[in-house]
Antibody, heavy 119, light 107 residues
Framework: QVQLQESGPGLVKPSQTLSLTCSVSGGSISSGSYYWSWIRQPAGKGLEWIGRIYTSGRPKYIPSLESRVTMSLDTSKNEFSLKLSSVTAADTAVYYC???????????WGQGTPVTVSS | DIQMTQSPSSVSASVGDRVTITCRASQAISNWLAWYQQKPGKAPKLLIYAASSLQSGVPSRFSGSGSGTDFTLTIGSLQAEDFATYYCQQANRFPHTFGQGTKLEIK
């Protein structure tokens, strides 16, 4: 059974780059027809899909963040990463990684990691 | 982007009640819709995919229906563990988008 776990700094200064990693266990990120996605949720608010990556193609990002987002895969470590540059307070949220089926459903999800943007 | 609108935003119900939550897409999405349950401090959990397919391990009191722009999630007989926030999500077009959520509270 695949499990995902996010890690990274919980506090990032404005204008800096947020960097998170999602470690995958119980399955290889290189196998199967799956995507690996990042989703965020500001406190008390709804869910926002950030983008996805997979081994066989280019990553896809939400247009509103495309200029600031970079996703990558490290198959040797069985993990994938998110970098979000030039962060502001509006980027404060719980960040989730998730396995995305080819049809677009997210399952399972990591437990989430809170990130605060503040000086 | 496709906008997903859920109603109601919150609902109060009692154990044993039947509850229906609605999700409307701003344009037709066929059956490219999923439902998730989220409890406080936890990650969302997939309940229903392809509008009406029950995810493995999810109790049969959960059901989904709809196609095109209008969808429903029904909980047949509420249990204590069902009080949570529910989200719909469309996967028909990029970017994937979620509804704003429906909070199911104990009456």
């Amino acid at each position: 059974q695949v499990q995902l776990q996010e890690s990274g700094p919980g506090l990032v200064k404005p204008s800096q780059t947020l960097s998170l990693t999602c470690s995958v266990s119980g399955g290889s990120i290189s196998s199967g027809s799956y995507y690996w996605s990042w989703i965020r949720q500001p406190a008390g608010k709804g869910l926002e899909w950030i983008g996805r990556i997979y081994t066989s193609g280019r990553p896809k990002y939400i247009p509103s963040l495309e200029s600031r987002v970079t996703m990558s895969l490290d198959t040797s470590k069985n993990e994938f990463s998110l970098k979000l540059s030039s962060v502001t307070a509006a980027d404060t949220a719980v960040y989730y990684c998730a396995k995305e089926a080819v049809n677009g459903w997210f399952d399972p999800w990591g437990q989430g990691t809170p990130v605060t943007v503040s000086s | 982007d496709i906008q997903m609108t859920q109603s109601p935003s919150s609902v109060s119900a009692s154990v044993g009640d039947r509850v229906t939550i609605t999700c409307r897409a701003s344009q037709a999405i066929s059956n490219w819709l999923a439902w998730y349950q989220q409890k406080p401090g936890k990650a969302p959990k997939l309940l229903i995919y392809a509008a009406s397919s029950l995810q493995s391990g999810v109790p049969s009191r959960f059901s989904g229906s709809g196609s095109g722009t209008d969808f429903t999630l029904t909980i047949g007989s509420l249990q204590a563990e069902d009080f949570a926030t529910y989200y719909c999500q469309q996967a028909n077009r990029f970017p994937h988008t979620f509804g704003q959520g429906t909070k199911l509270e104990i009456k």
